[in-house]
């Protein structure tokens, strides 16, 4: 077998990842679970070599690229399908993991993002965060706003990623889809966005905000009259909010609370769990950031569970707090009541039973 044998396999078996590692078999990410390819030989460093070699395809860049950081992040088509690489090393052998890009992107009703999101890309300017930890369906959402607007606004849309995952098309909008890294479209992140203002784009959205270079280019953006759409590898919309305010110095930290309090409108974090039918759903935390959420972003000390706070109790402007969205999905029985305790502390479990019984009651009178 080859790599492209490999990749054949995995998408005959609907698999979302492909794991190559020196003395494994090939092993397949389907549903959560890690399954090996049984007929396939275990790998050798030798196998892997080669592999590395039909990946970089002779590219000097990625091979520099490689070579210098010991990684490399990039794509790879095979048939008709696109794959999302990431190699790196262990015992100074080449190891991949690839993730399987569909071509037919999820309808974003499908995908239960809440309407909000979808309703807050009509902002002329601002910033919306999409977040969450890896494998948590970031990339998917964004990549499925994106073809929201694009079916239904009259907007230029500019992207910045690395690598591009979905291939867009302009529909009713103009999209340009530039990637990002060494011999690629736009070098950083930063210089993308920073070049994004000559532009004359409505809507720029960055695949990722790694660092404080890219998120005051991101701010700088928003500022100007744009409407920018990022993500952030963070697990709740009340660690989003300290991780960026979080990637500045104290003395410049009350300046960017001010901004961000002005400047952001809306953070949705996401979670995948594997539902109760052995799909995974989405749990979704959305916080709309109106007068009171602003208020507590510019306070001197930022208080997490004042955030939280805030999210449960602002629910008729859109906001949806972790604990609604497991209790929803229990009473509409697609997880256990275990995985929805496993995804909150110890000191909120009474609130979710609370909330689980108020939903009860409610659907008991419709």
Do not use: W
Request: glycine letters at 4%; hydrophobic letters at 40%; proline letters at 2%.
């Amino acid at each position: 077998m080859n790599l492209d044998d490999y990749i054949d396999i995995a998408m005959e078996k609907d698999a979302s990842d492909v794991h190559l590692i020196a003395g494994n078999k090939p092993m397949l990410r389907i549903m959560r679970d890690l399954i090996p390819i049984e007929d396939a030989d275990i790998l050798t460093p030798e196998d892997m070599n080669e592999i590395y070699d039909q990946l970089i395809m002779g590219n000097l860049d990625k091979d520099e690229v490689f070579n210098t950081t010991r990684k490399l992040d990039m794509s790879y088509t095979h048939k008709d399908i696109r794959l999302r690489v990431n190699i790196s090393l262990s015992d100074n052998v080449p190891l991949c993991t690839m993730r399987l890009i569909k071509n037919e992107l999820p309808s974003y009703e499908s995908l239960g993002v809440p309407d909000i999101v979808r309703r807050m890309t009509y902002q002329p300017q601002g910033l919306i965060l999409v977040t969450g930890k890896t494998n948590s369906g970031k990339s998917t959402t964004l990549n499925a706003l994106i073809n929201y607007i694009n079916e239904n606004q009259n907007k230029k849309i500019l992207t910045l990623e690395n690598p591009i995952e979905y291939k867009h098309h302009s529909k009713k909008s103009l999209i340009v889809q530039k990637e990002v890294g060494k011999g690629q479209d736009s070098l950083t992140f930063s210089d993308g966005v920073k070049n994004s203002l000559r532009e004359d784009c409505d809507i720029l959205v960055i695949g990722e905000i790694r660092d404080k270079v890219t998120m005051e280019a991101a701010i700088e953006m928003a500022e100007s009259g744009h409407l920018v759409i990022g993500t952030l590898h963070t697990k709740s919309c009340a660690e989003t909010i300290d991780r960026m305010i979080n990637f500045y110095e104290v003395r410049d930290q009350a300046s960017i609370k001010y901004l961000l309090a002005a400047l952001l409108k809306l953070v949705v974090s996401q979670r995948l769990l594997k539902g109760k039918d052995g799909k995974l759903v989405l749990v979704p935390e959305v916080m709309v950031v109106d007068n009171i959420v602003a208020g507590i972003i510019r306070k001197e000390k930022l208080s997490v569970s004042e955030i939280e706070d805030a999210i449960q109790s602002n629910l008729e402007k859109g906001s949806i707090g972790l604990i609604n969205s497991l209790a929803e999905l229990f009473v509409a029985d697609k997880i256990t009541l275990d995985q929805a305790k496993s995804q909150i502390e110890e000191k909120n479990i009474e609130i979710l039973n609370r909330t689980i019984m108020q939903l009860k009651i409610k659907r008991e009178k419709r």
